[in-house]
């Protein structure tokens, strides 16, 4: 275990040979967070991953967040173990040296809106054609068709269509939009699976290329339960509750008596009786609401209540204590700063440590999850524009330096 807790601590520009996607070439030509998550979750586990960004302009997500001394921080990890290529895929001299990468790749990752990759003479007829073996993944807002398949769309537009937003903020509030890409994020990982899944397939089963056409919304809406089939037969459209749950009580989170806070599940029967013993309330577990989530969740203001007031007297330590020592379900409310102190985050090794050229000794979120035997490796951090045109091009693709130079001349790669 120790071997993979130290995975992400590397040195050198090297790509991890040992993952279990090693061998896999995987070109990303998508934008902002969606698209490129899910070719850092790839490249995490071995993928070589090829970043083809515009030769003026670059990724736009460079231009996102903090940075320190120019040096874009998300971008730094997005872009981790991603080698960058600066090509014009909008022109025609563009188009035919990426047709030229299509060859040599397992799979392309694009975010472009419907349509776009054909009008540049890409279209999957074409690529498939010169690589039959490839997969291309399509990432956008809605879908490849469909009415509202030629809108913009990024992950705030599907949190507030999906229902998330609607079903999230205090009672009588305004629906509340979470301040970090939930949108995004679920969807890349969903890409990064749904590509997987398409080459075990080519692999594994003998079976050819194909193309994933990924809705954002469509992941978004799978995690958020079983509000569709729930308003479907009973006709009930999910309220806003806060912290609070609609199928289980008490869920909350509750300030201590040193101004911190803890939140509280009690998704389990069991787990809600210790809660209740603890906080000297015993006598509410023999009644028979007690039993189900959702009775005790019509008698949220007793339990809540009661928990809230037995937290209230205590500090956070004291809470935490005595809900280790009752085996009840509790956590400390941590901001980052807490989350990169915290001893279990610490011993898993989830933030990680990456030797960066730009910025030195970089911590960063270490790989998804962790595998016995092909462990994932963070290889180097996100780099400049164009870093690896000439390797990848020239050395690799069998350009010409003349005609690179031709090219880089004229603004078409960099």
């Not at 050198?12 to 902002?32: A, E, I």
């Not at 279209?123 to 490839?134: E, F, K, Q, S, T």
């Not at 749904?194 to 990924?214: E, F, N, P, S, W």
């Not at 085996?327 to 985050?345: E, K, M, R, S, T």
Request: charge should be negative; proline fraction near 6%; include cysteine.
């Amino acid at each position: 275990m120790s071997e993979n807790r130290d995975e992400g601590r590397v040195t050198g520009d090297g790509h991890d040979r040992s993952g279990p996607l090693s061998g896999l070439r995987v070109l990303d030509c998508s934008t902002v967070v969606a698209g490129p998550l899910a070719c850092q979750l790839l490249g995490d586990f071995g993928a070589e991953v090829i970043k083809i960004e515009h030769p003026r302009y670059g990724d736009t997500l460079r231009g996102h967040g903090p940075s320190k001394d120019g040096v874009p921080l998300w971008w730094k990890v997005i872009s981790r173990n991603k080698r960058t290529v600066g090509l014009d895929l909008g022109e025609p001299e563009g188009a035919a040296v990426m047709l030229r990468l299509a060859e040599t790749a397992d799979a392309i990752v694009e975010s472009f809106r419907p349509g776009t990759l054909e009008r540049w003479g890409l279209g999957w007829d074409v690529l498939h054609a010169r690589n039959p073996r490839l997969v291309l993944t399509r990432v956008t807002g809605f879908g490849q068709d469909g009415p509202y398949s030629g809108r913009p769309a990024f992950g705030t537009l599907i949190e507030a269509m999906s229902g998330f937003a609607a079903m999230t903020g205090d009672p009588g509030g305004a629906p509340v939009l979470p301040p970090f890409g939930l949108a995004d994020g679920i969807a890349a990982i969903s890409a990064a699976f749904a590509t997987t899944l398409a080459l075990y397939h080519r692999d594994a089963k003998g079976g050819d290329g194909q193309v994933i056409d990924l809705a954002i919304l469509d992941p978004l809406v799978t995690v958020l339960g079983p509000q569709p089939t729930v308003y479907d037969q009973l006709g009930v459209v999910p309220e806003r509750t806060g912290n609070r749950s609609s199928s289980n009580a008490p869920r909350n989170t509750y300030e201590t008596s040193d101004g911190r806070w803890v939140a509280v599940s009690t998704s389990a029967l069991e787990v809600a009786r210790r809660v209740m013993r603890l906080v000297g309330r015993e006598d509410v577990i023999d009644e028979p609401w007690f039993a189900t989530g959702s009775g005790r969740a019509e008698h949220v203001e007793l339990l809540d209540g009661a928990v809230a007031e037995w937290i209230a007297k205590r500090t956070r330590d004291e809470v935490m204590d005595e809900f280790a020592r009752a085996q009840a379900a509790v956590a400390p409310v941590y901001d980052v700063a807490d989350l990169l102190a915290d001893a279990q985050v610490v011993h898993r090794g989830s933030i990680t440590e990456v030797d960066d050229p730009d910025l030195g000794a970089l911590r960063m979120q270490n790989v998804l999850f962790r595998m016995s035997a092909t462990p994932g490796k963070i290889s180097f951090g996100g780099r400049s524009p164009g870093a690896d045109t000439d390797e990848v091009l020239v050395s690799e693709l069998g350009l010409s330096p003349a005609e690179l130079a031709d090219l880089r001349e004229r603004g078409i790669v960099a």
